[in-house]
């Protein structure tokens, strides 16, 4: 039975961040990509729909915060210190952090379902969705529900292993006939926190190969940086803290394009 979509008439662009590997940084990307929006000026919402390993509450140092209501809709969580940045997460609803989600299909697809019907967004520039990884239920019930987003962004990491996962969520866009913003690349490299230069630790232009493989935008390569992972167990946004560094550079390139 086909799934119903969900009118979402204040948003005007929805992104799905999304990879076919997990381990590449997707929930980072996502986090970073919705900051860099938000600091450029746009009225940003972000939807972290990884239902069993919610992290984004803790990447925006959120932990804890408790849901308001306007007496009919749930209201998203703002961000401190990004205005335009809102958040919604099932890591929002559970008694504590170490709270296992234990459920099935139709229950994750009945609170995303909710997250996207039943909370006030407003009005927003871009609503940025953060998938689990792989193309299963969540991916699934994000794009039939949302029905007109306006497109994937790939993640992947520039080994082969990783690149091969990626293609099947290629191939899964084109099935569902999900447009394909681009590709990016990240963990390209080691980037000197002295001197900036980066050095690769790992295959080179994985990323850039598979986009010219299946013939979609190459949006760009993010290196590998220490403050990256400091940022996120820290609670505050690397494109926030770090905002001359070489990976947000290559952050706000992609704002730019999106």
Same mark, same amino acid.
Do not use: C, W
């Given at each position: 039975? /086909?799934?119903?979509?969900? &009118?979402?008439?204040?948003?005007? $662009? $929805?992104?799905? #961040?999304?990879?076919? &590997? *997990?381990? #590449? *940084? &997707?929930?980072?990307v996502a986090v970073n990509l919705a900051a860099s929006l938000a600091l450029s000026g746009k009225k940003v919402g972000l939807l972290d729909v990884d239902i069993h390993g919610p992290s984004v509450p803790t990447m925006l140092d959120l932990a804890g915060a408790q849901l308001e209501t306007d007496g009919e809709k749930m209201l998203p969580v703002e961000v401190p210190g990004i205005e335009g940045l809102k958040v919604m997460s099932i *890591?929002?609803?559970? $008694?504590?952090?170490?709270s296992p989600v234990v459920w099935r299909g139709p229950m994750k697809n009945g609170v995303i379902r909710q997250f996207l019907e039943e909370v006030d967004w407003g009005e927003l520039d871009c609503l940025v969705v953060d998938c689990p990884p792989g193309t299963g239920d969540e991916p699934l019930s994000v794009i039939q529900l949302i029905g007109d987003a306006d497109g994937a962004v790939l993640v992947t990491t520039p080994q082969n292993v990783a690149a091969v996962d990626v293609s099947k969520s290629v191939n899964f866009c084109r099935q569902?006939?999900? /447009?394909? %913003?681009g590709i990016v690349e990240n963990m390209a490299g080691f980037a000197c926190p002295r001197c900036g230069? #980066?050095?690769? %630790?790992?295959?080179?232009? *994985?990323? $850039?190969k598979l986009s010219e493989r299946y013939e979609v935008p190459f949006l760009g390569s993010i290196p590998l940086d220490p403050a990256m992972a400091e940022s996120g167990d820290s609670g505050k946004p690397y494109v926030a803290r770090f905002a001359d560094s070489t990976a947000a550079g %290559?952050?706000?390139?992609i704002t730019r394009r999106l």
């Open positions: 039975m /086909p799934i119903e979509s969900v &009118k979402m008439e204040g948003v005007a $662009k $929805k992104y799905i #961040v999304m990879s076919g &590997k *997990g381990g #590449v *940084g &997707k929930s980072t *890591g929002f609803m559970l $008694k504590a952090e170490d569902l006939n999900l /447009p394909i %913003v230069e #980066v050095t690769h %630790v790992f295959d080179r232009d *994985g990323g $850039k %290559v952050y706000q390139e």
